[in-house]
């Protein structure tokens, strides 16, 4: 179970608090801005949960960590085939590779769309006694849909070494091969990933026998979202609300829990408040979703005096935080919170 950081702190008249399962940290109420009368204001819940609790970083094998963000890898050798093929056309396939990529989709608990701003292969070759005019064909494939895209380049001694992806990596390093079309074979969350590469079949015949003998590849994928991104992640405050606690606090009157998200992540966020019995139904409490875009923002969640005796079987709270990309190219990198500083407002007292 995923340690989250997520702290929610529950008021009665006798300051008590609230306990929550095994992924929440619990600290000690504090009731400084307790403000009691007929209509009353008390700190109601403060805490994080972080990058690792909104992805699923564990069951994500292919996720590392490059210079503190986050990226999926599949890297490896691909297997020359020889210079002893037979063309069928002027290109001829002188090495593939099909790579499991099944592990995306636990990067969430539910459906999401992975657009991603800058997903990218690269292909490192010791290609120096000859000039190859090549194709990388890349194929992707999950259980009811196939994206293709392919990309020309030429492997010689000046250009051993491929990048191939829509954003330009200013490097020397590379060279570098744009494709716009890599994000849409990467948002269809494959399953699998075929690499194929070809090349004129006249200079692969004419060839050294060691002309192209190494290949490395990588296939990374930054978790930077694009636009399109969307996903949804549940944080669940268990026993939010104790049985006495709810008799107190909800017996009659309106209610509002209000208060500060802030979001380090590069994404925007529209909070959904979920009251659950028991039994983990929801209670019937229809609360309008909150927007936070950008860096903070408010967020309020009304109790009416029509749904207060809703309250009287309310147990736990699920925050359902969509997230959804932004025009700007963000990694979403380790360490990263979104933060709550929430209050609750009573009208009409307490009941005891």
Request: aromatic share 6%; with cysteine; net charge negative.
């Amino acid at each position: 179970m995923k340690n989250k950081h997520l702290v929610m702190l529950l008021l009665s008249s006798c300051c008590l608090a609230a306990c929550v399962d095994s992924k929440y940290d619990l600290g000690n109420v504090s009731t400084d801005e307790v403000v009691m009368g007929e209509s009353w204001i008390a700190p109601l819940g403060t805490g994080y949960v972080t990058s690792d609790d909104v992805v699923n970083v564990e069951k994500v094998p292919s996720i590392r960590e490059v210079d503190g963000a986050y990226v999926m890898i599949y890297d490896g050798e691909m297997k020359i085939k020889g210079a002893g093929l037979r063309a069928v056309s002027d290109k001829v396939e002188i090495a593939s590779e099909d790579i499991t990529t099944g592990d995306i989709d636990g990067l969430f608990d539910g459906n999401f769309v992975l657009a991603l701003a800058n997903p990218h292969v690269t292909l490192m070759s010791n290609a120096t006694k000859a000039s190859l005019d090549c194709r990388l064909a890349i194929e992707a494939k999950n259980v009811n849909q196939e994206e293709t895209t392919s990309s020309d380049f030429t492997l010689s001694a000046a250009s051993p070494n491929i990048w191939i992806g829509p954003l330009d990596p200013k490097t020397e390093a590379f060279e570098f091969v744009k494709n716009e079309k890599l994000p849409g074979i990467v948002q269809i969350v494959p399953r699998e990933i075929r690499l194929s590469l070809s090349a004129d079949s006249k200079q692969w015949a004419n060839a050294p026998a060691d002309a192209l003998s190494e290949l490395r590849y990588s296939v990374e994928l930054p978790l930077s979202p694009a636009p399109e991104f969307s996903a949804v992640s549940v944080e669940r405050i268990e026993d939010a609300f104790d049985e006495d606690f709810v008799d107190y606090i909800f017996s009659d009157g309106s209610a509002k829990i209000y208060g500060e998200v802030t979001n380090d992540m590069p994404f925007d966020i529209s909070l959904e408040m979920v009251i659950m019995d028991e039994n983990n139904m929801p209670v019937d409490i229809q609360f309008p979703a909150q927007e936070v875009k950008g860096q903070s923002g408010e967020v309020v969640f009304e109790i009416t005096k029509e749904d207060m005796p809703k309250m009287k079987d309310a147990r736990h709270i699920d925050l359902n935080l969509h997230l959804k990309g932004r025009d700007q190219n963000e990694a979403l990198k380790k360490g990263q919170k979104i933060s709550f500083d929430l209050k609750l407002k009573k009208e009409g007292g307490i009941s005891i």
